[in-house]
């Protein structure tokens, strides 16, 4: 039970993460 919400937070942290670096790309280049 507890590594199934583990994984679900670090999904989300890594998703938020990459679509942070997103931003900052477009941002830059767009």
């Known amino acids: 039970m507890f ?3 583990f994984a679900l937070v ?12 997103c931003e900052q790309l477009i941002q830059q280049y767009g």
Request: aromatic content about 14%.
């Open 3 to 5: 590594s199934t919400i």
């Open 10 to 21: 670090a999904a989300q942290s890594v998703t938020l993460v990459f679509c942070w670096l």
